[in-house]
Nanobody, 116 residues
Framework: QVQLVESGGGLVQAGGSLRLSCAAS????????MGWYRQAPGKEREFVAS????????HYADSVKGRFTISRDNAKNSVYLQMNSLKPQDTAIYYC?????????WGQGTQVTVSS
């Protein structure tokens, strides 16, 4: 059974930093592009960042460009999201998935709350 388990969320003040992790199990994702997505209260889930299977190409939503950095460690079957200069509008549940995403791969996500 494929599982993507997100961790690293928490409560942080505006301007602070968090590092999210996504650990995959059940199969290898080393040959797939991966992404981070988020869903804020009352809003639809949206794309945040993606990384190619080799790690050589990354792509970011305009709202996080210059503040967030996506990376991966294929030896650990894991993906990461370093979030700096956090803003209250970054408050959401953060999920990892393939890019494009697969509906049956959504995990529980990790809650990020940024206070002003």
């Amino acid at each position: 059974q494929v599982q993507l388990v997100e961790s690293g969320g928490g409560l942080v003040q505006a301007g602070g930093s968090l590092r999210l992790s996504c650990a995959a199990s059940g199969r290898t994702f080393n040959n797939e592009d991966m992404g981070w997505y988020r869903q804020a209260p009352g809003k639809e889930r949206e794309f945040v960042a993606s990384i190619s299977w080799s790690g050589g190409r990354t792509h970011y939503a305009d709202s996080v460009k210059g503040r967030f950095t996506i990376s991966r460690d294929n030896a650990k079957n894991s993906v990461y999201l370093q979030m700096n200069s956090l803003k209250p509008q970054d408050t959401a549940i953060y999920y990892c998935n393939t890019r494009p995403f697969r509906g049956d791969y959504w995990g529980q996500g990790t809650q990020v709350t940024v206070s002003s």
